[in-house]
Nanobody, 113 residues
Framework: QVQLVESGGGLVQPGGSLRLSCAAS????????MYWYRQAPGKERETVAW????????YYAVSVKGRFTISRDNAKNTLYLQMNSLKSEDTAVYYC??????WGQGTQVTVSS
């Protein structure tokens, strides 16, 4: 069945780095523009970044531009989010998603000293 499984979250100190992964299965991953979203407690879900199906174009929210990098490996059916210079305000559950695809369980990122 169609599935998106996020991983790579954890607890990190401010200024640290994490790399999130999203393993896709059950559909043709290379056909989909893919998003990373995040949702912090008490806040609405927001778009963090997206990448076109070929990986040729990307978009970043202003809040993460210059610190986060979205990428994909279509041969491995995997989406990535490299997060550097993390701030406390990056604390959230991070989700990958494509239009029409189901939500995964997300991965928790906590930035705290």
């Amino acid at each position: 069945q169609v599935q998106l499984v996020e991983s790579g979250g954890g607890l990190v100190q401010p200024g640290g780095s994490l790399r999130l992964s999203c393993a896709a299965s059950g559909f043709t991953f290379s056909n989909y523009l893919m998003y990373w979203y995040r949702q912090a407690p008490g806040k609405e879900r927001e778009t963090v970044a997206w990448i076109t199906s070929s990986g040729g174009a990307t978009y970043y929210a202003v809040s993460v531009k210059g610190r986060f990098t979205i990428s994909r490996d279509n041969a491995k059916n995997t989406l990535y989010l490299q997060m550097n210079s993390l701030k406390s305000e990056d604390t959230a559950v991070y989700y990958c998603k494509g239009n029409g695809l189901p939500w995964g369980q997300g991965t928790q990122v906590t930035v705290s000293s």
